[in-house]
């Protein structure tokens, strides 16, 4: 999407003249209509979480938060919601196609 059409979009949604849109929701790592599968953290042995990245997000998902902010002229609420969990932590060992949490990954 060209840098106008997305300020046309995001004026539509957030802007003073728009709908009002009054939080934003969106998920941790990639989901189903992502262009691409990433994740922050995708090592099992990682528990310093040493190698987390949220690189993808800098590049892409925070600027356009910010943007929203500036148009909207507030600190609009930002829910973030995983689609999945870690791939390792899943039967099938992918973040989609189903799968099952394994249950040493259980929180209980």
């Given at each position: 999407?060209?840098?106008?059409?997305?300020?046309e979009v995001l004026q539509a949604y957030f802007g003073k003249d728009g709908i009002g849109?009054?939080?934003?929701?969106?998920?941790?790592?990639?989901?189903?209509?992502?262009?691409?599968?990433?994740?922050?953290?995708?090592?099992?042995?990682?528990?310093?979480?040493?190698?987390?990245?949220?690189?993808?997000?800098?590049?892409?998902?925070?600027?356009?938060?910010?943007?929203?902010?500036?148009?909207?002229?507030?600190?609009?609420?930002?829910?973030?919601?995983?689609?999945?969990?870690?791939?390792?932590?899943?039967?099938?060992?992918?973040?989609?196609?189903?799968?099952?949490?394994?249950?040493?990954?259980?929180?209980?």
């Open positions: 999407m060209s840098e106008k059409d997305r300020e849109y009054n939080a934003i929701r969106t998920h941790i790592d990639s989901c189903d209509f992502s262009s691409e599968q990433y994740e922050a953290s995708s090592d099992p042995e990682d528990i310093d979480l040493e190698n987390f990245s949220i690189e993808y997000d800098l590049r892409y998902r925070i600027p356009i938060i910010k943007q929203i902010y500036e148009i909207s002229g507030k600190d609009i609420p930002v829910l973030l919601s995983p689609w999945s969990p870690p791939a390792f932590t899943k039967s099938n060992a992918e973040r989609s196609h189903g799968g099952v949490l394994i249950k040493k990954y259980y929180g209980y």
